[in-house]
């Protein structure tokens, strides 16, 4: 059963645009939400992460998206860079364990 | 302070040999995660381990798979008469302590070790 889905599976944006990645989940004991970011040959790396208790967490130029009611989180990247070309994955855990439970991954292009 | 080693990199093993994978945590972590990633997807849970308990295995294939994290030495993952199936990259994580308070910044990956079965 995947608890998490992620949408797009890739993406393609234009230097200096945004990209939008969105996620679902399904178990309402998850109240961690973390985004990934992977470089090939590379492990995941933390990015930002938000709890439910907010709406909207923004760092830099990324910004995470949350909607309890509707069970749903986004990443925005702003002012997108070829730099930020790499795999994006959302996840999910409870407050009380540690194990992450991932989105499918999103492949993100930026184009110069 | 190096990060999350994991070695090999890469193994390649033929069918029903045994792979061994090694995980050594950041300094001043004592609780290891591993993961399996297979192509074109997301990384999923197999077990969570601290020095000389397994905490939680419920993500591990229940024949072949097993995982240990000794007093002493790295952590190993080990997966006995390796199918084709098994092909994938594994990554092991660690923490300081156990990270269900307000945040898992202290949760870090390893590169990963990318396991061929021919």
């Known amino acids: 059963q995947q608890q998490v889905k992620q949408s797009p599976q890739s993406l393609i944006v234009q230097k200096g645009g945004i990209s939008i990645i969105n996620c679902a989940y399904e178990?309402?004991?998850?109240?961690?939400f973390p985004w990934y970011q992977q470089f090939p040959g590379k492990g995941p790396a933390l990015l930002i992460a938000i709890r439910p208790d907010v709406s909207e967490k923004k760092e830099g130029r990324f910004t995470i998206s949350f909607n309890k009611s509707a069970k749903q989180f986004s990443l925005h990247i702003m002012d997108s860079q070829p730099g930020d070309s790499a795999t994006y994955f959302c996840a999910a855990s409870k407050a009380a364990g540690n194990k992450l439970t991932f989105g499918g991954g999103t492949r993100v292009l930026v184009k110069p | 302070n190096a990060g999350v080693m994991q070695n090999p990199r890469h193994l390649v093993r033929r069918r029903g040999q045994e792979a061994r994978l090694r995980c050594s945590p950041m300094k001043g972590h004592s609780h290891v995660y591993w993961y399996r990633q297979l192509p074109e997807e997301g990384l999923k849970f197999m077990v969570y381990l601290q020095k000389e308990n397994i905490i939680d295995e419920s993500g591990m294939p229940k024949e072949r798979f097993s995982a240990e994290f000794p007093k002493e030495g790295p952590s190993i993952l080990r997966i006995q008469q390796v199918v084709r199936g098994d092909s994938a990259a594994y990554f092991c994580?660690?923490?300081?302590?156990?990270?269900?308070?307000?945040?898992?910044?202290?949760?870090?990956f390893g590169s990963g070790t990318r396991l061929t079965v021919v």
């Open positions: 994580a660690s923490s300081p302590r156990r990270t269900g308070g307000p945040s898992n910044y202290g949760y870090t």
């Open positions: 178990n309402t004991a998850f109240d961690y």
